[in-house]
């Protein structure tokens, strides 16, 4: 079974409020020689849209480029937790989970749900940081939510993703997993190759 737990691209997609817009812009011109229509699409986003990778640079000065995080970084074994009815993913959620073999997390959470809402959802689930202080603690090597920040809405200092980034391990955001079942999938998140980037959209499966 294969997943794509990917946010679809679209104009109408919410965006981290400040955020550049989507714009995808409809281009086209005829032929050379006249016998049919040559189509194209003009982008325009930010970094951080709809699924994507953060990068240690995102938020460090000196920290690593999202090109300089190998591909095995990136894919491989991942469990996915599903945690509900919690406003905040804290110690005292995660410790009930099973961490044994655990290389990298994905949480699904009520977020989920909110894809369809047709506006951004503020009062999103995110990981605290004594949460994320848990989740470096087990050894992980990347770690994914489904909405758009790992760190709640209106953070001031952003000390979930300092946490995590700090040490080098790179934070999936934007993931949809509303139809993938709680367990052991293999991971393929592969972002754009941007150059000197602090993130970049990702097309993001899961395969189990």
């Known amino acids: 079974m294969i997943y794509d737990v990917t946010v679809p691209i679209s104009n109408s997609m919410p965006v981290w409020p400040g955020d550049p817009?989507?714009?995808?812009?409809?281009?086209?011109?005829?032929?050379?020689?006249?016998t049919h229509t040559v189509r194209l699409t003009s982008i325009e986003m930010g970094s951080h849209t709809g699924t994507h990778i953060d990068a240690p640079f995102h938020m460090i000065d000196t920290?690593?480029?999202?090109?300089?995080?190998?591909?095995?970084?990136?894919t491989g074994k991942v469990t996915v937790f599903e945690i509900s009815g919690a406003?905040?993913?804290?110690?005292?959620?995660?410790?009930?989970l099973n961490w044994s073999g655990v290389?990298?997390?994905?949480?699904?959470?009520?977020?989920?749900?909110?894809?369809?809402d047709g506006k951004f959802y503020e009062e999103f689930v995110y990981l605290d940081?004594?949460?994320?202080?848990?989740?470096?603690?087990?050894?992980?090597?990347?770690?994914?939510?489904?909405?758009?920040?790992i760190d709640k809405f209106k953070s001031e200092s952003h000390p979930s993703h300092f946490v995590l980034l700090k040490k080098?391990?790179?934070?999936?955001?934007?993931?949809?997993?509303?139809?993938?079942?709680?367990?052991?999938?293999?991971l393929f998140a592969l972002p754009l190759n941007l150059q000197g980037a602090d993130g970049a959209p990702a097309r993001v499966i899961l395969m189990g």
Request: charged letters at 25%; zero cysteines; proline letters at 7%.
């Open 21 to 34: 817009p989507v714009r995808l812009t409809a281009k086209s011109h005829p032929s050379r020689d006249k």
């Open 63 to 74: 920290g690593k480029r999202l090109e300089e995080f190998s591909l095995e970084t990136l």
């Open 87 to 96: 406003p905040s993913l804290g110690r005292a959620q995660l410790e009930r």
């Open 103 to 116: 290389e990298r997390v994905l949480f699904k959470t009520e977020n989920s749900h909110h894809w369809q």
């Open 129 to 149: 940081p004594e949460g994320a202080e848990f989740v470096v603690q087990q050894g992980v090597r990347l770690v994914g939510i489904d909405y758009l920040s």
């Open 168 to 186: 080098n391990i790179p934070i999936i955001e934007g993931l949809n997993l509303s139809a993938v079942p709680a367990g052991e999938y293999t």
